[in-house]
Structure formats: structure tokens, C-alpha cells
């Protein structure tokens, strides 16, 4: 329209002519198409080297490599043992949400290594929160396998102009590449499999079991409607007597209740039926409940431990520095004095925070054999 000529390194094209207009079209098409394979290329060699286990990628908590690209537990005893106290947690919990409270209240927090940066490698401790123990629970290199292909692009999702959109998650039979006993393990590969089953069946969908909630019902989630085969749900009136309802067909399909139960008739009937199996073995269990809370003390006690070593390290090296330096140089001494005071008062803080967290080993005892 505006005779604007074209050039590259082979000539100059006028776009106005035919010619020229149908040879600008070809070299374009052919580019396209050479783009393309080498996408292609470099997606089936990233492929390719993932299959063989040597695709590198960010590693999660409780993991270092090494400069041979070696993977091995992280170095630091405190960083696996809150990995290994996660998983155990929830195998003894069973809710994410449960686990996330026991972490706050017993003041546990994450060994992060630093991913980029001039503190490259170094150790930070930072709170717990939801998404990063989801993760550690979804990750299947915490079984000791090696996988690809977890989050997938779906074409369908994906948003014109943001190449990075679209991503979703995939089922394991659709991964890439997966590859078992590639990496130390904190758990079982059967162990794995449980964790994404529980987290499955603790979804609020009316096919899953769901998560333990508050309130009396004590049979939430477990009762099956012996007419419709659904799964009945839990009332309550006035937030104090509560019954069992199969309300399926009413809700979906506009008929009829199937039936209704009164929960506390129910519940009473069911406790006394575990309580009747469980009599016999009760001394057994009384036992083994309190070698459980003693266990359990003794870990966080370790986990305290560590932490106060940590600290006291800490303060002992700022106090080094601030006697090797010479006591002329005020501008420097001044600055470590108060680097040294900092440690110092780290460290009484978190003796206070164990004594007021965790109960002395006597009361402990006593509350543990009542």
C-alpha cells in the first residue's frame, strides 16, 4: 500500500508484487516450520535426559546435591528430622491442616536452603504454612523416586500470549518419565501412595470420605445409606443434637429423603461396640498410648536441642569475632558488640520458648502414666 521494500540478507522485496509477495510467504512458511522442529528438538532432548535421570531440578527441603551432582539428605540432622517428624505427623494425624497446627504450636519451622543468590546454599529457617507441606507430601522424590511431567501444559487452559498458563496436574500414569529408587528415601514408595490417598479421601466431595471436622458426630463421612448406596451426611439442630440424613435423591433429583437416623442414639451404640472390642486389650493400648507420648516428647525435645546448639554456636562465633578484633577499631567493635548481643538474646529467648512449650520431663511422666 505504501511501496515499503522489505530486505534481508539474500535481497530486497517489494511487497506490492506478486513475486516478490509469494517468495516473502514461503521463506516465512519455511521459517515457521524451522522454529518449530527446533522447539521440537529441544523438547525431545530435555526428554530424552530426563529418562535417563539426569535432568536437574530445584531440590525440596532435606536435600542437597553435591558438586559431582550427587543427591544426598541435607547435612544438617535438624533439617530431616522436622521432614521425618512431618510425615510421621501425618501418618498419626491424618489432615494437613492437623499437622500445620502441630508444627505452630510446638514452634517447629523449615530448613530452607537458599536456591539463588550471593547466600547461594546457605540454611534460612522460615515459619511452616499449607502449601509448602503439601508439596512435601505430594513429592514423590521424598520415596526416592525420580520424576517428570508432574504439571503438564493443557492446551485448552492455556491463554493467548502467556505461554507459562495452562499448567495442570497430572495422575501418575500420565508422567513422563518415573523413575523408583533413584534418590535416598525419608519414606516407602507404599507410604507415598497412602499420603496421596488420605489427602484424596480428606477432599469435601461426596464421593470421599473427608476429613475429621468439629462437632459430636463421632460417624461423620463413615455411614452409607443402605436404600441408595450414597454416603449420608451429618445435621445439626441448634448446634447441640445432631441425626444422619441420606438427602441425595432429595438434593439431585428432587425426590424424597431416603432415611434419617438420630446420632446420638447411633453413636452411643457404636462406642460401646469399639469399647466392648477394644476391653481386652486395653492394659496393651494404655501402654502403648503412653510410650507414644513419651516418644513423641523426646523427639520435640531433640528438635529443642538442636535448636539451642544452634544458637549457642551461633553466639560463640559472634563472640569470637568480637574478641579478635583490635580494641582501637571502635567502628567495628561496636557493630560486633551488638551482633554478639543479638545471639545472646536469641538464645535466652528460645530457652524461654522450650520451657514455656514443652513441660518438664517429671510432668510429662506423671500426665503420661494418668
Known sequence: ??????????????????????????????????????????????????????????????????????????????????????FRKFEELGTLNAVLRYLVKNDIQFGIRVATGLNKGDLEWHRPNRMTLQNLLKNPLYAGAYAYGRRQIDPRKQQAGRPSTGRVVVEPDNWHVLLPDCYPAYISWEQYQWNLARLKSNQARAEELGAVRYGSAILSGLLICGKCGCRMVVQYAQGQHHRYVCCRQAVDYGGEKCQQLAGATLDKFVSQQVLQALEPAALELSLEAASHLEQERYQLDQLWQKRLERAAFEAERAGRHYRLVEPENRLVARQLALEWEEKLALQQSLREDKSAILPSATSFALKSRA
Open 1 to 86: 500500500m505504501f511501496k515499503t521494500l522489505i530486505a534481508d540478507l539474500d535481497g530486497v522485496y517489494d511487497a506490492s508484487n506478486y513475486n516478490d509477495r509469494l517468495l516473502l510467504g514461503l521463506k516465512g512458511t519455511m521459517s515457521e516450520a524451522e522454529l518449530h522442529m527446533i522447539k521440537q528438538r529441544m523438547v525431545q532432548g530435555k526428554l530424552n535426559k530426563a529418562q535417563r535421570g539426569e535432568l536437574n531440578f530445584l531440590l525440596p527441603t532435606g536435600y542437597i546435591r553435591r558438586p559431582s551432582g550427587e543427591v544426598v539428605f541435607d547435612p544438617d540432622e535438624q533439617v530431616q528430622q522436622v521432614v521425618r517428624l512431618i
